[in-house]
């Protein structure tokens, strides 16, 4: 089957981008107003961009409705975020924070979560993360009815249970983010495969051998 994308609606091209490009890593995206009201939402559309510098990047689009995402207001008005990495722990708070609140409910509190003043930024992060990054905004790009936001990570927090003894790598026995499919399926990586690339010089080997 082929999809001319040039020719179809959006809403066909959200579904076919979205079934088959995943899973996505989750972020439990957290922000403040500039009067200091906090808000939390998840986001699909998100992945590291860059490490150096440390770039992360979110896609948000606008309510079905048109009106602007609170995430989007905060994050234009304060130029600051945390993103919060969801393990299944807290997969039920953030579907709770993702329901449309009105702007002045705290999504963080009435999800059951517990809001933590960020370092670096006015943001809260949330405790129950396995792992938050604090993010000041590099850039905002607009397209129509979603905003790009690229976001340079300054801190970041990480339960030490989630790291091996050394601190240097994930421990996958404890760390087991959540990942977006399609519609309302997710999936856990709870098991974790180890594929190692074979030595360039065995394949040219037997290249060059049925040459």
């Given at each position: ?112 979560l517990t809001p933590l003043p960020g370092r670096l930024v006015r943001a809260p992060r949330i405790a ?82 049925k040459l």
């Amino acid at each position: 089957m082929e999809f001319d994308f040039t020719a179809l609606e959006a809403q066909e091209r959200y579904r076919l981008l979205s079934n088959f490009v995943g899973p996505r890593p989750v972020a439990l995206v957290s922000s403040a107003g500039p009067e200091g009201g906090q808000n939390a939402a998840p986001m699909s559309f998100f992945n590291v961009f860059s490490h150096e510098p440390p770039i992360v990047i979110l896609g948000i689009q606008t309510r079905p409705d048109g009106a602007v995402k609170d995430t989007v207001l905060n994050i234009r008005e304060t130029g600051e975020f945390v993103v919060n990495m969801v393990d299944l722990a807290l997969a039920p708070g953030m579907l709770i924070c993702g329901l449309p609140f009105d702007r002045d409910v705290d999504e963080i509190r009435t999800a059951g979560l517990t809001p933590l003043p960020g370092r670096l930024v006015r943001a809260p992060r949330i405790a129950e993360a396995p792992c938050a990054m604090e993010c000041l905004v590099e850039r905002l790009i607009d397209y129509d009815r979603r905003v790009i936001v690229l976001g340079q990570v300054v801190m970041m927090h990480v339960r030490p249970d989630c790291l091996d003894a050394a601190g240097r790598y994930v421990n996958p026995e404890c760390y087991h983010p959540i990942a977006r499919l399609h519609a309302d399926n997710y999936v856990v990586a709870d098991r974790q495969i180890e594929l190692k690339a074979p030595d360039i010089a065995s394949i040219v080997a037997v290249r060059e051998a049925k040459l």
